[in-house]
């Protein structure tokens, strides 16, 4: 669930634990501070409340009772409007997170953490924290309001999301990188006669092979050599709810097998189990694949996919939806002056019309991500074309390219090095660097990452893949980069 108006805090005494947690979930949540000192807590608490806080248990070296922990989860739960809170613990230290769930913590999260897990962790949270009693109380606009935009694009989308919401049918959303698929099936939730329950949402994309029962499925305590306790599958932890598949597409055809088994018997089989245990989830899926591909029986299996896409549901890109554009702007630049504290500002006139022509290849993802940009570099009394960071660097306005600029359309970011990446994505050969590029190791690696990102279409499982690095490294290098 990504969500720029999310807030969440991190307190955790390993700075190393808590930048790599920041770096992760930064980019899909709009706030995400981090402590690592107990007594910094109550003042941060006297300026914000978050919505959800991933908190330690120890701080104290030497310590491993939890007595800290614990306490700073009495005080956060006796907030008003009261944040989810996430424990974190090491292996040993389940027995310890149990007693924090009693206290009133949502979940934990053992460390070293599955990012796939930490972030489904704190995409239930949220749903949990803002769950609405019931169906009927939860009206069609109150369901779509995430999905900004008045174009009739976006009308005939909600209209369809108020009729298929109510009727508990399985539900595959199509679209490109960055349209808002996870907005969508949320939406369809809300709208949903589930909408009390839990809304849980999995990267399917980012789940190893090896892991693919466990995580979905769940096990039994012993069952295989890190099975330290009794855990419960996303299936599971989503009874009463809707799970969201996203990046269903990229499942290796072994994996699909075994949902399709799942869907059909309406069952799992936790590993180490003895029997089945019902499941009662209604499913909801999505992938950017095209349609060609979809209906490859070599890329996705057509048993499962007439089981998933009972109702299917495309998201219009941003490019045809561009009287949208000036009105997401506004929303986004304002969200991001008040988080950094900047001054409110117009976008020129000559740079909005740059800005609405822009193809925005990321679709509205990427025009969050050049808002972001925008308000931290901004100088000037409005915002320019160049603040939005969607040229090659050093080139002149994007309004009046010049020798060697980007032009509207040209990918963000691609350099040297990155054209090689992009031109090897589509056979092509890279072009000699030019006198005056900007060679240094770091400007390399940004351009890399920034073509790899293009040529995967903002995949990150697919970026990390081509790059040949986890993706926990490449989080890390996103965050390093600003990309």
């Known amino acids: 669930m990504a969500d720029p108006t999310a807030r969440i805090l991190i307190l955790d005494d390993d700075t190393d634990v808590a930048c790599a947690a920041q770096l992760l979930l930064r980019r899909r949540y709009g706030t ?28 104290t070296p030497g310590r491993i009772d939890g007595a800290e922990g614990l306490a700073l989860l009495d005080v956060l739960r006796a907030q008003a409007n009261a944040p989810a809170v996430i424990a974190l613990t090491a292996y040993a230290d389940v027995p310890l997170a149990v007693a924090a769930l009693k206290r009133g913590a949502s979940d934990f999260i053992t460390k070293p953490w599955d990012n796939a897990r930490l972030v489904a962790a704190v995409d239930a949270a949220l749903a949990q924290r803002a769950a609405v009693p019931s ?51 949320r939406a369809i939730h809300l709208s949903s006669q589930r909408a009390g329950g839990t809304f849980l949402a999995v990267d399917m994309g980012a789940l190893p092979e090896s892991t693919f029962e466990s995580e979905l499925f769940g096990h039994r305590k012993g069952s295989f050599t890190d099975a330290r306790a009794d855990r419960a599958g996303r299936f599971q932890s989503a009874r009463g709810g ?19 088994t799942v869907l059909e018997r309406r069952e799992v089989t936790p590993i180490g189990a003895d029997r089945p245990e019902a499941i009662d989830v ?39 939806r561009r009287e949208d554009i000036p009105g997401l702007l506004r929303h986004y630049l304002g969200a991001y002056e008040r988080q950094y504290q900047r001054p409110a500002r117009a976008v020129a006139d000559d ?7 822009y193809p925005w290849p990321g679709n509205v993802r990427a025009l969050r991500h050049a808002c972001e940009r925008a308000v931290i570099l901004g100088q000037e009394s409005a915002y320019r074309a160049g603040d939005f960071g969607l040229t090659v660097a050093g080139a002149a306005d994007p309004g009046r390219p010049a020798t060697g600029a980007a032009r509207p359309g040209a990918v963000p970011g691609t350099g040297t090095a990155g054209a090689a990446i992009a ?6 050969a890279s072009p000699p ?51």
Request: glycine content about 6%.
């Open 423 to 428: 031109a090897s994505a589509v056979g092509a």
């Open 135 to 185: 169906a009927s109380s939860c009206t069609a606009a109150t369901a779509t309001a995430a999905l900004m935009g008045d174009s009739s694009a976006m009308r005939s989308l909600k209209t369809m999301i108020a009729s298929v919401g109510p009727t508990g049918a399985n539900v595959m959303i199509l679209g490109e990188n960055g349209v808002g698929k996870e907005l969508v099936a």
């Open 282 to 320: 209604r499913i909801i899926s999505a992938t950017n694949l095209d349609e060609v591909r979809l209906f490859d029986p070599a890329e996705f299996r057509p048993d499962l996919l007439f089981r998933l896409n009972t109702i299917v549901i495309r998201v219009p890109p941003l490019r045809e």
């Open 242 to 260: 809707s799970l969201f598949l996203d990046e269903i597409g990229n499942m290796p055809l072994a994996a699909q097998a075994k949902l399709l």
């Open 351 to 357: 740079a909005l019309a740059w800005l609405v022509q």
């Open 32 to 59: 995400v501070a981090t402590l690592n000192e107990p007594a910094q807590l109550r003042g941060y608490l006297a300026r914000s409340v978050p919505d959800v806080v991933l908190l330690d248990l120890n701080f």
């Open 433 to 483: 660097a030019a006198a005056g590029d900007d060679l240094t190791l770091s400007a390399l690696e940004r351009d890399a990452i920034a073509a790899a990102l293009a040529a995967a279409k903002g995949n990150i499982s697919h970026t990390a893949r081509m790059l040949g690095v986890s993706r926990a490294a490449l989080y890390r290098k996103l965050g390093k980069h600003g990309i």
